[in-house]
Every structure is written in C-alpha cells, then in structure tokens.
C-alpha cells in the first residue's frame, strides 16, 4: 500500500466536488492529444480514436434519480426460507396489482413443491400464486404498500431480512433451476429495489478499503454509480434484476455495514448525479481492483458488445500505479488434469467444440496482444499439438470454473493477465505467472489509490481511466 499521505480536510474535499457538480465537465476534450490532468497524474491517457457514427450505443443520462434492482439473494436450496421483520412490527406481501396482505412480523417465506408459502407470527397462510413474483415490504400502514413507476409507495423506507436491516423493499421471482444442471422447481431470487444514491455507499463501503484517501472514494461512488444506471437501463426489460449484490456486478449489503462509515456517505452525497458520459450516454464505469500494470479495453475484458467499443472504454496507455497492491504479481499452481476438466465443463456450456476437444495442455501462451500491451488472447496447445485460441478473460473463467459437480479450485487464477506457464518437474502441475485482480478494464482501484495520495484529484484519475468521457450531472 501507499505510504502516509497529506489528507485534504472534509470540507474542502466537499467544496471541491460541490465545483465538479456545479456543470458538466469535459474530462478530455476530443481535439487535444491529452487529457487534463493534475501534477500528480503518474501517467497522460491516449488520445480518443475517432468516434463511430452517432447512434444510439450508449443508454440516454437519466433525468432523475434511477431505481435499481439488486440480486441479493439466489436461492437455490429446496429447505431455503428467507424471515422479514421483527416481532410485533408489519409485512406487506403483494402480488402485481393485488390488494397487500398485511401480516404480523416476523414473517417466513419459502417456496415448496413449486409454490410460495408465506407464514407470519400468528400462523396466517395466505395464498399465493406460485408463478408471479411477490413484493415484500415493511410498512407502519400496511395500507399504504404498493409499487407504482420503478418506486415504492410505502411509509417505511427499509426492511429487515434474516436478521439485516436493507434499504427499500425486495422482489422475491419465482425461478426453474440455474442454467448448471439445476433443474429444481423450488428456487427463487431475492431482489432489493432501491434508489441508486441509497444503494452507492453500500457499494463503496465494501469496494474500498476504509482508510483510503477522499478522492479515491469520490472518483469510484462516479464510476459505480455509472456502471448501476448503465446497468439498470440495459436490463430494464430483459431480466428481473439490474446487478447483483457480488463481485460479478459489484460488491453491495445491508444498512449494518454502511452508518459508521462517513466516508463512503460523504463521496455519494458530493458527487450524487454525476455520471461519466460520452455523446450524451451513460458509459458503464467498469472497474476492478489491480490492473495489473496494464488496464484492459473493456472489448477484451468484459466482451465484444458495441457499448463496450466506445473511446472511454479503450483503456489508458502507459504504466499503472498499482505497483504496492498484493495481487500485482502472483503465482498459482494447478493440476492439468483439473484445469483441464474445467476448461471442458466452461466450454461445453458455451458451445465452443474447439476447447472442449483439446486433450492434455501442453503450453499456453500468448497469441495477440490489445492496445494497451495486455494480453489479449491465448493460444492453449495439447500434446497432440492441437492448437485452440481462447480470449484472456475467458481463460480466467474457464479456469476458475466450479459449477456441476466441480467445487471451487484450489487456487484460482486471479485474472486473465497471464505473462508465463511452466510445466513444474516436481509436481506436474502447471504453473501460472500473473499480474493483478480482476478483468482489467475502466478504473484501476489500486492504481486510482496510489494517484490520490500522489495528489491527483478524482477528476483527473478519472480522466486517466475512461479517456474521453465528460463528467455530466444527469440529476440533481
């Protein structure tokens, strides 16, 4: 980590940002070579290619403050029951535009032999149509329940779930197994709908380590908050949830775990409304938590959608800062023939026969790099000398690979920046040399930590990160 630094007090990191919201500002305007930065930046961005025909590739900037739907819960387990409220407190159950149905706290859901069972204090089963979602809230008049544009229409702003107090009110989706082999008719999803600046400082509190500088804090609550609305208007109408609450989306949890942390209000509240943009669209503020040295563009890292094509998305030339993160370098080692079969599994699933017939891997190695040095594909060679080529990332997947009948690996790859693999002599195993902790692409959290404390301000690590984009304040 960064050594002690000089921290800018509260309130001029306030006033600083209160000026950044003030208008939208340009973070590189597309006529320099160079980004705007502050003395501290390590490192100037590339310049933005030129941009493709005008069309609608990005989502709109939204005109008010976004609701989200966040995964916080995937239940899978025939026995699975999730309990709302406390004694002697109300739970609202609705369904669509039924009338709610008031019972008394706690209360316990589950689904059984495809059917949603609700049980409250006093024994009360009502009857639920086990193929429609249910709305559960907590309400001081159960009356007043309901679920009108994106929003609730209840009097209690929150509600407790096994235990933890969430912002909001949750979505409970009936679901039919997982897309693995699971083809159980009892499963189902738990969603919390909350307000997008509600939800921010529970991402930021376990996003960033806690001790990290104000500005740090400021550029990530406007890159999370981007990539949830991008998110959010993506999946408006093709699935029943925006994100989830791990790291396959971002890192987000109860109310418990955000109150003692001012911090993490702080940086939501002087940045609320501040979105990264480009040609008047919301740019999904990707991020991960060390490059590695080199970012990743998000084509390579996070997949080959036209959104993921746009300028700001490219990746930053040039060295990163993120030299003191523990994950910089690494060194795992694992059995061939485990990879091997999880490599199998992950391809099977995709479709993708040339992976799936390769025999024992013999070397991998790089194939074709991207924009910024980083490796971009992979070459995987059997002993027969077959030869398959798989992008970065999804090697990363298919090695971690862990559904069906395989368990977790004993050590996961910890991305898909892999610089060298060795056969070991003494084990068999092979051996994998890599750089950094997660897919790449957008803000560098260790290397946008080690720009703060050199004095770079969040508009200028953000100006390294997504080269290109403007800083737009889409609501107030």
Do not use: K
Not at 43 to 68: K, M, S, T
Not at 135 to 140: C, E, K, L, Q, R
Not at 343 to 348: G, K, N
Not at 361 to 371: L, R
Request: with cysteine; charged share 20%; net charge neutral.
């Amino acid at each position: 980590m960064a050594g002690p630094h000089h921290e800018p007090s509260r309130r001029a990191f306030l006033r600083g940002l209160a000026a950044i919201a003030a208008a939208p500002l340009p973070m590189a305007a597309c006529s320099r070579a160079e980004p705007e930065e502050s003395a501290g930046s390590q490192a100037a961005a590339p310049a933005p290619a030129p941009a493709p025909a005008r069309g609608p590739i990005l989502a709109a900037l939204p005109d008010r403050e976004p609701w989200l739907r966040v995964r916080i819960a995937r239940h899978r387990d025939p026995f699975a029951c999730v309990r709302f409220g406390a004694a002697g407190g109300w739970i609202c159950v609705r369904q669509a535009e039924d009338d709610p149905i008031a019972l008394r706290g706690p209360v316990t859901l589950a689904r059984r032999a495809g059917q949603f069972v609700a049980i409250d204090a006093r024994g009360a089963l009502p009857m639920l149509d086990p193929q429609r979602s249910i709305i559960v809230a907590s309400a001081d008049d159960p009356r007043a329940a309901g679920y009108v544009d994106g929003g609730p229409t209840i009097a209690s702003s929150s509600l407790l779930i096994d235990g933890e107090l969430w912002p909001g009110f949750v979505q409970c989706h009936p679901t039919a197994g997982d897309g693995d082999g699971d083809a159980s008719t009892d499963g189902f999803d738990l969603v919390n709908h909350v307000a997008v600046e509600t939800y921010l400082p529970g991402v930021l509190v376990r996003e960033l380590y806690r001790h990290w500088h104000p500005e740090t804090f400021a550029a990530q609550a406007i890159a999370a908050r981007s990539f949830a609305a991008a998110e959010a208007a993506y999946f408006r109408n093709t699935r029943h949830f925006d994100v989830t609450a791990t790291q396959a989306s971002q890192m987000y949890g109860p109310l418990s775990g955000q109150s003692p942390h001012a911090r993490s209000h702080d940086a939501a509240h002087a940045t609320r409304g501040i979105l990264l943009s480009w040609e008047g669209g919301i740019v999904p503020g990707y991020y991960s938590s060390c490059c590695g040295g080199l970012t990743a563009s998000a084509q390579d890292a996070i997949g080959e959608h036209p959104i993921n094509g746009v300028p700001p998305l490219r990746g930053a030339a040039g060295e990163d800062p993120c030299s003191e993160a523990r994950l910089y370098r690494w060194r795992v080692e694992r059995d061939p023939r485990d990879l091997l079969a999880r490599i199998h599994a992950w391809a099977r699933l995709r479709g993708m026969r040339e992976i799936a017939s390769l025999g024992t891997i013999a070397a991998i190695t790089v194939a074709e790099v991207g924009p910024t040095g980083r490796p971009r594909t992979y070459a995987l060679e059997d002993t027969s000398r077959t030869v398959a080529f798989m992008p970065a990332e999804r090697l990363r997947l298919a090695a971690n690979h862990a559904a069906g009948a395989l368990g977790p690996p004993r050590r996961s790859l910890f991305s898909g920046f892999v610089t060298a693999t060795t056969a070991t002599t003494t084990t068999g195993d092979i051996r994998f040399d890599g750089r950094g902790h997660g897919h790449g692409a957008g803000l560098c959290q260790h290397g946008a930590e080690a720009l703060a404390r050199a004095g770079t301000t969040s508009t200028g690590i953000l100006a390294r990160y997504y080269p290109g984009a403007v800083l737009s304040r889409a609501y107030a």
